[in-house]
């Protein structure tokens, strides 16, 4: 009998073992070989930069490059190349290597900007980026990443309230002038940059229009005209006058007036009222010409008149 039960444990030992170890290579098989967790394909990825590692790299399903209905959708090597060299290197020393054929990555120093630029470029390179080649942007080097984050679905510079802090963050002159007393309402985020800025193109300064005018005509459509009689400052350049990022005068003028006037209008059109201070007390008219007085008391309609008054004075932008 003792030989019987020792034959017979002998037996359900082996039918227990016999049921576990499918389990067993089970388990190591989904060891080898991880599952995606965000995108398709990503396993190369995430069995390393995974949620404890490296989290912001996750938060790419929450934006538009992580919809998995959408075929588009692409995978984290189609932006960051294969990295073979990465991989490979991976838990050795210090860290892995950055990849040479890295993509869309601020880290990167060793790839070009062509290069980076070129893997957001495969699938952006139409509409409104077409002539991102040639626009000063990437002319300086300037590549996707410096100014998008595409692991967020905060992108901060595609958001009105916040994306002045990515722009000023190298136009600091300008970050200057928003913040003097007379500016367009950026600070108060009823504008912001990409109101009058297109970064993607190549038209002078970057604007929206094809010139400043026509920027600026798209809100002030009360200064286009046509007038009978046209201010040519006012037709060639609005930025003559004006400073659109902002000054500390009023009307956002480079220059206090009667001054930013006489820099085109000698004091001939007044005799004898040139420009400047007395230099003490006076009583004298042709010293007082200037002092406590502005062109615009009775040049009101400075950006073009249509007064149809046979006379001298008709074209002086008068009320």
Not at 73 to 88: A, F, L
Not at 169 to 195: D, L, W
Not at 265 to 277: D, I, M, T
Request: hydrophobic share 25%.
């Amino acid at each position: 009998m003792k030989l019987l039960g020792k034959a017979l444990r002998v037996c359900a030992f082996a039918v227990l073992a016999g049921s576990l170890s499918p389990a067993l290579t089970a388990t190591a098989a989904e060891k080898e070989a991880p599952k995606d967790i965000v995108l398709k394909g990503d396993a190369k990825c995430t069995s390393c930069h995974d949620e404890n590692d490296s989290p912001e790299a996750l938060r790419i399903g929450k934006t538009k490059h992580g919809t998995v209905a959408d075929k588009r959708t692409p995978s984290c090597t189609n932006c960051h190349g294969e990295s073979e060299k990465h991989v490979k290197e991976a838990g050795r020393g210090s860290g892995p290597t950055p990849p040479v054929d890295v993509g869309f990555t601020k880290k990167n120093k060793t790839t070009s900007a062509e290069a980076q630029n070129a893997s957001c470029l495969s699938c952006h390179q139409g509409g409104k980026h077409i002539n991102w080649q040639s626009s000063v942007h990437a002319q300086r080097g300037v590549t996707c990443a410096s100014c998008h984050k595409a692991h967020t679905g905060h992108d901060k510079v595609r958001e009105k309230e916040t994306q002045t802090e990515v722009c000023f963050a190298c136009h600091k002159e300008q970050r200057a002038q928003v913040n003097r007393p007379s500016h367009h309402p950026i600070p108060e985020g009823k504008m912001s940059c990409t109101s009058c800025h297109d970064v993607h193109n190549d038209n002078p300064k970057q604007l929206m229009g094809d010139t400043v005018n026509d920027t600026c005509y798209s809100c002030h459509m009360e200064k286009r005209g046509p007038f009978v009689h046209n201010h040519q400052p006012v037709t060639e350049d609005c930025s003559i006058c004006h400073n659109p990022h902002g000054t500390n005068i009023a009307n956002l003028l480079k220059a206090r007036p009667p001054y930013l006037c006489q820099e085109c209008h000698s004091h001939e059109s007044h005799p004898s009222q040139a420009a400047g201070l007395p230099t003490g007390r006076t009583t004298s008219t042709t010293a007082l010409g200037t002092v406590g007085r502005g062109c615009m008391n009775c040049h009101t309609n400075i950006h073009g008149g249509n007064s149809t008054q046979n006379s001298a004075t008709a074209g002086r932008f008068r009320r």
